[in-house]
Each structure stands twice: as C-alpha cells, then as structure tokens.
C-alpha cells in the first residue's frame, strides 16, 4: 500500500491560490486597510481627484459587518454588473471593535453617506471628509470663517474657498497651471469679465500680485438661507454654506428638551439614525410610537464632516450629522496619485505617494 499522497493537478492548485487569495484579501480589508480613491475635489487641496489612499480600520476599531451575507471584496454591485453584492436578508448589531483612538477632531474621516437610505448603513457610499466636529462640540460659521466651541477653528493649509478673479485680459489653461489650478477649478463669466475660481489663501496672494489681475474677492453668502439644507430646514433658519448655527453635535446619552426649536434641529437624526421604528413630527412635536416625547436621549455619537474645498463639498452643513456607526476607519496615507490632464510619466504625481494624510 503506498503513502505518496496524490498530486494536485494545476486546475486545483490555481483553485486553492485563488481561495487563500481572496480570503486573506478580505480579512485585510476588513480587518486593517481599505484601498479607496478620492472621486471628487471636496477636499482639495488637501487631497486631489485622482489620489489612491489606504483607510485605516485599526485606528477606530473594526466594525463588524452588519450586512454579512456579501460577495467578497464587493461594496454595493457585483464587479462590472448592476447586481447587488449582497442580501440584507441578516442583518447584525453595530459592534466594533477595539481602536487606537476614538474620532478626534479635525481626523480625515472615511465615512457610509448617511441619507444613502435605500443600501443597509455599512453598504452605503463611502465618503471623505474632515471631522470639524466632535460629540459635544457646538459647531457655527460666520461669514465663511467656521467656530467650534466658540473659538476660531484650525484651518487646513491647503483650505480652498471660491473667488471673484476680474482680470483686464482672458486667461489660458496654461496661466491656471501656474498657479496650480486645475481646468475643473475655474470657469468664466459669460460676459467675460473674469472667472470664478477655486483656490487657497496662498494662491489667491499670489494671484494679486499678477498684472493681468484687477481683483480677487471672496464669495461669501451674506444672508438668507439655503434650501439644500434639508435636515433642518435652512430656508426658515436662514443659514447658508457661510453662516450657520450654532448647532451643537449629539452625543450618546445627550438628553435634550423636544422644544419646537430642537425638534427642527434633530427630528431627523432621531428618525433616521437612532434605531426607532415610528419617529413623526406633527405641529413642530415629536412622536414616538404615537406618543408625544417631551424630551429625548442619544443612543450614539455624531460627528460634523466637512470638506477642505468649502465652497465646492456637499457636507454636513446640508445633509446632517454622521452617526458613529456610519464610520469605516481613518485616511490615513497615499500610496498613488495620477493627474487625469497630464499623460504618460508625467501623470504620476511623484512627490504625493506614501504622504500621509493630515
């Protein structure tokens, strides 16, 4: 009788490989890094269009999946279909598990889009932004400048606002290159009078001292408020993206008196975010299960996201506060960054790979 186990055949050990591969690639993302890829210039200049980063699950804790029944190394849709990845047929309780640190202030965050209400909470889009805004905090802007606490807050070096740019000639792609604009980040007036731009505070200062420039002014909402922001009416609050609040973040175990007042400010993340079955508002009260609620407690933190480009990032000045539970993990480094106007080589922008992210 021989011992000699039988060979595998190559089909087979292709197979095994191809398991052990994509096992040990799902446990790394979710267990400790997750590769993204900033989309849009909400950030900019902090990061850019283009930039590939790793997203840190260790440093908040790993959450533990509340979808599980999911293809692996899937997010929403099968690769390349419009099928969904996953059933919500399972749904688990939010748990994470020990981090290095909690959400600290000012952290670049990856986050599931919280008004995203048709996808389970851990499967909706993942966002990047900067948590301005911790539990607790008391968050207001005033005339584009944003207090927290009531004290100035720290600002990003490579904070971006848009710009009034009247120059007393047009302007090339090439003259915006110079200053490290890109072609996304300008546009012309239809009477030719300037562009609207955005930049930072460095490039502006530069932009002044240029000849061909006749001003550059800051466009900062005065008054009257923004419809776009919905979860608390900004219309009747008269807030804008410029000056708005004060508006304090919710924090777990945070009661609150359901005055109208705080009825309009946080009905809406007690009905979406707090796990209640039958939130209603009826003539500026709360209702819970058809009870009138006098007064109400948290059940979780939120944080106050907002993006490095002010005037160029639907945030949580529109759409609300971020619920513990929607966090994915810390940005944390680049490990690519590709300019989609440049070409060959040149498309690499060398000096931004292993930069980590402040």
């Known amino acids: 009788m021989s011992n000699s186990k039988k060979k595998k055949s190559a ?4 197979i095994d490989a191809l398991v052990f591969a994509v096992v040990a690639a799902s446990l790394i993302r979710w267990l400790l890094l997750e590769p993204f890829t900033i989309p849009t210039a909400s950030m900019e200049k902090s990061l850019l269009v283009g930039d590939f980063l790793f997203v840190s699950k ?19 849709k099968v690769w390349g279909t419009n099928m969904s990845s996953y059933s919500d047929a399972i749904q688990l309780p939010y748990y994470r598990l020990p981090g290095f640190s909690d959400v600290e202030r000012n952290d670049v965050v990856v986050f599931n889009y919280p008004v995203e209400f048709q996808y389970p909470a851990d ?10 805004g911790i539990s607790g ?30 120059t007393n000639r047009p302007l090339n792609a090439d003259f915006f290159k110079e200053y490290g604009i890109n072609q996304d980040s300008y546009m012309a007036f239809t009477n030719n009078s300037g562009y609207m731009i955005f930049a930072t505070d460095q490039v502006v200062e530069r932009l002044k001292s240029n000849p ?8 900062i909402m005065q008054s009257g408020g923004e419809a776009q922001i919905s979860f608390l009416d900004g219309m009747e ?47 500026s009260q709360l209702f819970i299960d058809g009870q009138k609620v006098d007064s109400y407690t948290f059940k979780q933190n939120y944080y106050f996201m907002m993006g490095d480009n002010r005037h160029d990032s639907l945030d949580s000045r529109y759409w609300g506060f971020v619920p513990e539970d ?4 810390k940005a944390w480094f680049l490990w690519l960054s590709l300019d989609k106007y440049e070409s060959m080589f040149s ?12």
Request: a neutral charge; zero cysteines; hydrophobic letters at 35%.
């Open 237 to 283: 609050l008269g807030w804008n993206r410029d000056n708005y609040g004060p508006l304090k973040v919710p924090a777990d175990g945070w009661t609150i008196e359901m005055t109208p007042e705080n009825v309009m400010r946080y009905s809406f993340t007690i009905e979406k975010y707090e796990g209640l079955e039958n939130v209603e508002v009826r003539e």
């Open 11 to 14: 089909a087979r050990e292709w």
């Open 326 to 329: 929607h966090i994915v993990g």
């Open 137 to 166: 905090d008391v968050i207001t802007i005033k005339n584009g400048d944003l207090f927290v606490n009531d004290e100035l807050a720290m600002q990003p070096e490579e904070m971006q606002y848009s710009y009034d740019l009247i």
């Open 212 to 219: 061909v420039v006749t001003s550059v002014t800051k466009r």
């Open 58 to 76: 260790m440093h908040y804790g790993t959450r533990i999946p509340m979808t599980p029944l999911q293809v692996p190394l899937t997010h929403q």
């Open 123 to 132: 499967l909706k889009t993942n966002y990047i932004k900067r948590a301005v």
């Open 347 to 358: 498309k690499i922008r060398w000096s931004r790979i292993f930069k980590g992210i402040d």
